[in-house]
């Protein structure tokens, strides 16, 4: 059998070497964002349980979720949702067919971004 790598490189580009473009380091975010918000969905429903329960177990929760603890899990799940939103409706766009050049998909990763920003800075300051 022939030798197909007699310098013993890589065959592949590996990530320390080759930078991923920001489409799929967003995409690789969308399904972080996703599973996170999975666990947020978890701490609501057992939150909304807590209420169902009784006056005590209601004080635990409600204890949890409104500590410290509680504003940053629910700051990065707003971040997350707001990124997870603004990222589904471009795969949204891209279904239809349309926006798949490269500097199109460019800038609506960039526009995504800033919308998700504003839109969790708008969260914060509402809330």
Known sequence: MADVNP?????????QVYSLP???????L?????AALSVTAVLVVWYFLALATGPEYFETAS????????DIVFFLSACGLWFHFANGVRHLIWDTGSY????????????????????????????
């Open 30 to 34: 969308h399904r972080i964002a996703g």
């Open 100 to 127: 798949f050049g490269a500097k199109t998909t460019q800038r609506s990763a960039i526009f995504g971004l800033v919308f998700a920003v504003i839109m969790v800075a708008i969260t914060v300051i509402v809330a």
């Open 63 to 70: 204890a949890v979720l409104t500590s410290w603890f509680g």
């Open 22 to 28: 920001l489409n799929a380091k967003l995409s690789i």
């Open 7 to 15: 310098q013993g490189r890589p065959l592949s580009p590996h990530l």
